[in-house]
């Protein structure tokens, strides 16, 4: 091998060599590089929290009960007492439940009023009656005139009204009819007018509720025990409300699957006019608002001094309160929140599935870095096994140049 050549191929071996070895250092900051990745990882192992499974004591409290009368009554809270002068030593809240009649507000969705004309009854003072002659009389300034068969418009506003009141029909009083100062006929008998006191009139009023649904709809009848106790108790919950400010007069009823429903003129014309397409009011209404009145199971609460007994378990025996001298023996009962003792097994389990995947995504994140691990450490061994080749080859090209310069210049030696 010549000289130049010799050279050259050094130079070559040396680049080479100067390669792999940059590729070496490359492949051991890598690999340090994942050695980190791997040390976070583990970091991020130990600080997972296992899961603990709930247990049953930690839902479980005691209950304290007694019997006054036919009602269960339980100590809620009870508080010490220091020094009274009474001699109570405890501030006891104890609680029962019972049925309370009770007014509840609720809201209609897809309520479907339809409102149409029915007959009605107003109230005519009696100072708005004049008898003007023997059975002639002017009522609130219209004259009134006895009822007139042959003349349509009387008839069919007579028969509007004998729907709602067929007990005008079988009565033998002559009947008189006037014109109302809202454009209305009205009626009312010669009885009447010839009494004291304010009268009833009828006549067909405009824009009455007919129907909630596929329910007919009547005005509260103030007579029946039930519609009026239903009616002062929904006043009573609710005192501001529309219902409550309508008066007894505007307020209609209807009875929904053995439920009796209430709502007041206001609600059920604001509803019945609230339908998007007036060509067919009755779809697409507003909720309506509307009450009913039935049993309610009520805590009734109450908090009282007493005088508690209690034994060397710590536990209460019996109770005596301020305002009487029963005493009352006392039960001790363990009660377990089941309900949410099984919301925290849930949770429980839950929480588990949460900390096996976080575990299934280190442990693959693991993985990965071990076989990029794996394939950068083969990879750095290949590199060391063709740096030893490229030394050698180094040495023996090194060997050859030495021996081309000694034989080189040994020529001009003497």
């Avoid at 029962?96 to 009605?120: C, K, S, W």
């Avoid at 699957?257 to 709502?263: D, I, V």
């Avoid at 209460?316 to 001298?325: L, N, T």
Wanted: hydrophobic share 30%; net charge negative.
């Amino acid at each position: 091998m010549g000289m130049a050549a010799s050279q050259a191929r050094w130079l070559a071996l040396t680049a080479r060599k100067t390669n792999v070895e940059y590729e070496g250092q490359q492949v051991n900051q890598a690999r340090t590089a994942l050695a980190m990745k791997s040390a976070n990882t583990f970091n991020e192992l130990l600080a997972l929290e296992v899961p603990t499974a709930p247990s049953t004591q930690d839902f479980t409290t005691l209950e304290y009960t007694y019997q006054d009368g036919t009602i269960t009554e339980t100590v809620d809270t009870m508080s010490q007492l220091i020094n009274d002068p009474d001699g109570y030593n405890y501030m006891i809240k104890h609680y029962h439940y019972a049925d309370v009649f009770t007014g509840i507000e609720n809201r209609l969705t897809n309520p479907q009023v339809v409102m149409g004309t029915a007959g009605t009854t107003s109230v005519v003072r009696r100072s708005d009656i004049k008898k003007t002659s023997e059975n002639e009389y002017t009522i609130q300034g219209s004259t009134a005139t006895v009822y007139d068969p042959t003349v349509k418009a009387q008839y069919d506003a007579l028969q509007k009204i004998l729907e709602n009141y067929p007990d005008i029909a079988k009565s033998t009083d002559t009947l008189y009819t006037y014109m109302g100062s809202d454009g209305s006929r009205h009626f009312i008998n010669q009885s009447s007018l010839e009494g004291t006191g304010d009268v009833v009139s009828y006549y067909v009023a405009k824009n009455i509720p007919e129907y909630v649904g596929n329910c007919t709809v009547t005005r509260l009848n103030p007579t029946d025990v039930n519609q009026k106790a239903s009616y002062e108790q929904i006043c009573r919950d609710w005192p501001t409300s529309s219902f409550a400010k309508s008066g007894a007069g505007n307020i209609y009823t209807w009875e929904f699957q053995g439920e009796r429903r209430y709502a007041c003129l206001e609600d059920l014309v604001k509803t019945s006019q609230s339908g998007p397409d007036q060509a067919t009011p009755s779809e697409n209404q507003d909720k309506l608002l509307y009450y009913v009145a039935k049993d309610v199971n009520t805590r009734i609460e109450n908090e009282q001094k007493a005088i508690v007994d209690i034994n060397e378990q710590g536990r209460i025996q019996s109770i005596r309160y301020e305002d009487s001298s029963a005493v009352y023996a006392v039960s001790t009962n363990t009660k377990t929140d089941t309900n949410a003792y099984e919301d925290a097994m849930n949770q429980y389990h839950y929480d588990m599935e949460v900390y096996e995947k976080r575990i299934q995504d280190i442990n693959a994140k693991t993985e990965k870095i071990q076989e990029q691990d794996r394939t950068l450490e083969l990879r750095l061994r290949q590199l060391d096994t063709e740096q030893e080749a490229l030394q050698t080859e180094m040495e023996a090209v090194q060997k050859v140049i030495q021996k081309n310069i000694e034989s080189t210049f040994k020529t001009f030696e003497s």
